[in-house]
Structures are given as C-alpha cells and as structure tokens.
C-alpha cells in the first residue's frame, strides 16, 4: 500500500532564506508527482507535476526533484517570502488500479518578515 | 477558462440529516475526483469517475457517503445521516483522462455536523 510522508510537519524561517521541504513515498511505481500548495480555507493550487521519467522541474523560485528509485521527492524554494506561507502538499499517482492521488499530510510553512 | 466550482461553499447541518455537495469540473475534463480533508490532515481519496466507466468507489467510508455524475459534467456527493465525524472540507478536482495530466481542483465546501 502506497504511502507518502512529508518532513517536517511545520517549519517556521525568516524572510530571504533558501529552504527544503522533504516528500517520501514507499512504492515507486508511480506515474508522477505532484506538489501543491494550499492556503487557509482554500482549494489546492498545482506548484510543480514530474512525470515518473524526469528528475526534475523548475517554476521561478521552485525547483522540485524526484529520485523514484529512492522514494523521495524535494521542494526547495530559493528566497522565501511572507507570502510563502502556505501548507505545501506532495501527492503521487500510483501505477495500479485508478488514478488517483496519494497525498501526504503536508508542511504548514510560516515566512516571517 | 473556468475552474472546477463547487457548492456550497459552507455547510452547517445537524446530525441526521442528509446533505448534498456539487461539483462543476472543468468543461472536457473527462475524470473526477472527490476527496475529504478532515482538520490537520491529509487529503483522503474519496470516489473517481472516468467517462462511462464503472466508479471506483473503494475511498468511500461508509454506505452513508453516494455520489452520481451526469455524463461527464456535474457531480454530487450525498451524505446521509450525518454524523459528528463527517466534519471536513470535501474537494473536488477534474483532469483530463491520461494519469500524467495533472488534477485542478476546487475551493472544497467545509462541512460542520453540529
């Protein structure tokens, strides 16, 4: 059974700081990965999709990364900003049966200025 | 273009009674996708519809939760007899039919069971 675990549960950092969020899956027959992004009281917006053949992709100051060999995916966001702040979710999209996502309980993030 | 809607934003409803959430999907979106957000956690899959393929139903909690989709447009989630335990906010999300299209997904409608 497919299971995604994200590190750490909440992570508090001053304005300008380079950081990492961290996404771990057991079964890495997956299609792709996906992260999101998620405001208080709000629906889910698409950061970042890696298909399952790339190992990469960039968006502006986010840059996510995918080892499936490995089970583990990265989200750096290069100089975080206030309005960074934001729960930030990794899902997978297994192989087997339909399609749908898998999704980890999420990194609240807090950017202070 | 149009996102996915959903409907109602919020809902308070006493426990028993019966509730009804909508979803719009995006227009061609051929998949849909329910999910549960219960507070602090993760999403939970829910239901899926693909075309007129038979639903995947396995996320479903119990026989209280339902949901129907007409065609490849609108679809409902029920939820019977409420209980104090259906408290979340339920999403909804579309995408086209291939598993590497990425899934859009709606505001969620925040359910309260008093």
């Known amino acids: 059974k497919q299971e995604v675990t994200q590190i750490p549960a909440a992570l508090s950092v001053p304005e300008g700081e380079n950081l990492v969020l961290n996404c771990s899956f057991t079964?890495?027959?997956?299609?792709?990965l996906q992260w999101f992004r998620q405001d208080p009281g709000k629906g889910l917006t698409s950061l970042l999709l890696?298909?399952?053949?790339?190992r990469e992709q960039t968006s502006g100051r986010l840059n996510a990364s995918l080892d499936k060999s490995s089970g583990r995916s990265t989200l750096y966001i290069a100089a975080s900003q206030p309005g960074d702040s934001a729960t930030y979710l990794c899902?997978?999209?297994?192989?087997?049966?339909?399609?749908?996502?898998?999704f980890g309980t999420g990194t609240r993030l807090k950017v202070l200025a | 273009g149009a996102g996915v809607s959903q409907s109602p934003s919020n809902k308070v409803t006493e426990k028993g009674k019966d509730v009804e959430l909508r979803c719009d999907p995006i227009?061609?979106?051929?998949?849909l996708y329910w999910y549960r957000q219960r507070l602090g956690q993760g999403l939970e899959f829910l239901i899926y519809?693909?075309?007129?393929?038979?639903?995947?139903k396995s996320g479903l909690p119990s026989d209280r939760f339902s949901a129907e989709r007409t065609g490849e447009s609108v679809s409902t989630l029920t939820i019977q007899r409420t209980q104090q335990e259906d408290s979340a906010v339920y999403l909804c999300?579309?995408?086209?039919?291939?598993?590497?299209?990425?899934?859009?997904f709606g505001p969620g409608t925040r359910l309260t069971v008093l």
């Open positions: 999300a579309s995408s086209l039919a291939r598993p590497t299209d990425t899934q859009y």
């Open positions: 079964d890495s027959a997956i299609y792709n």
């Open positions: 890696i298909q399952s053949s790339q």
């Open positions: 899902a997978v999209r297994p192989t087997s049966g339909t399609y749908k996502y898998i």
């Open positions: 227009s061609g979106h051929t998949a």
């Open positions: 519809f693909q075309g007129n393929s038979a639903p995947d």
